[in-house]
């Protein structure tokens, strides 16, 4: 199959599955890390089809919404990529990008690296932080009935994976426990350098909320 035709192939079926998305994991949440993943890519030798497919089914089953289950993604994949007949050693590319972009909580080794995966999860963090990473944040919040702020509960660092995963502190944490940390964890230039100017947005989002919520003038 022509890799265009096979790009809206996917990208057809990704629409189709994530049809009924929380609004932070949706369609358009997958469409901006594909065009960050392509601007990216521009500055790096990689193959362009395996950052194309990550992108694309990187949250194709994402395991907080399958009852914690890590397997549904990567299998998805690997039934929609097999009909497709995408080549073995590109799948296996492509499934290793769905397997090992997560943060959850940034406190677990990395068993796998390259060049396709350092992109897309470049891109994955530069949709997690900014204008369109405050509104994510509250709209997954809202989404899970968390409080949004609470002097009383402080962030947690280095939390551990479970931890992480079954975390329900209010979601202004999320900030100081994934959103603030991700600048730095950056894996490409390009990345780095979009990565900085949306992180000085959060710094101001915050402190323009404290501002209000002490009855600051
Ligand atoms: P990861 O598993 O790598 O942290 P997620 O898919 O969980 O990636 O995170 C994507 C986005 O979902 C986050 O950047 C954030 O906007 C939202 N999100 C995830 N967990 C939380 C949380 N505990 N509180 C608020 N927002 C969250
Ligand atoms: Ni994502």
Redesign the pocket.
């Known amino acids: 199959m022509e890799d265009t035709t096979l790009i809206q192939t996917t990208i057809s079926f990704v629409k189709e599955k994530l049809k009924d998305a929380e609004g932070?994991?949706d369609w358009f949440h997958i469409e901006r890390v594909y065009k960050n993943s392509l601007l990216i890519a521009k500055d790096e030798k990689c193959d362009l089809l395996i950052v194309q497919l990550g992108a694309l089914l990187h949250?194709i089953a994402?395991s907080?919404f399958h009852g914690g289950d890590e397997n549904v993604g990567p299998e998805t994949a690997r039934t929609f990529l097999e009909g497709q007949g995408v080549d073995e050693s590109t799948m296996v590319q492509v499934i290793s990008i769905i397997e090992n972009?997560?943060?959850?909580g940034g406190n677990f080794e990395k068993k796998f690296d390259s060049i396709e995966l350092q992109i897309v999860q470049d891109a994955d963090r530069l949709d997690?932080i900014g204008a369109i990473?405050v509104a994510?944040?509250f709209n997954?919040?809202g989404f899970?009935n968390?409080p949004i702020y609470n002097p009383d509960i402080q962030p947690v660092l280095n939390m551990s994976k479970d931890a992480y995963k079954n975390?329900t502190?209010p979601?202004l944490n999320?900030f100081y426990e994934?959103?603030l940390l991700l600048k730095d964890k950056m894996n490409t230039s390009t990345g780095k350098k979009l990565a900085q100017q949306r992180h000085e947005f959060m710094e101001s989002f915050l402190s323009q909320f404290y501002a209000e919520w002490n009855g600051e003038k």
Not at 101 to 104: D, L, N, P, Q, Y
């Open positions: 932070g994991h949250d994402d907080k972009i997560s943060f959850k997690a990473g994510r944040t997954y919040g899970k968390r975390n502190a979601t999320h994934k959103l």
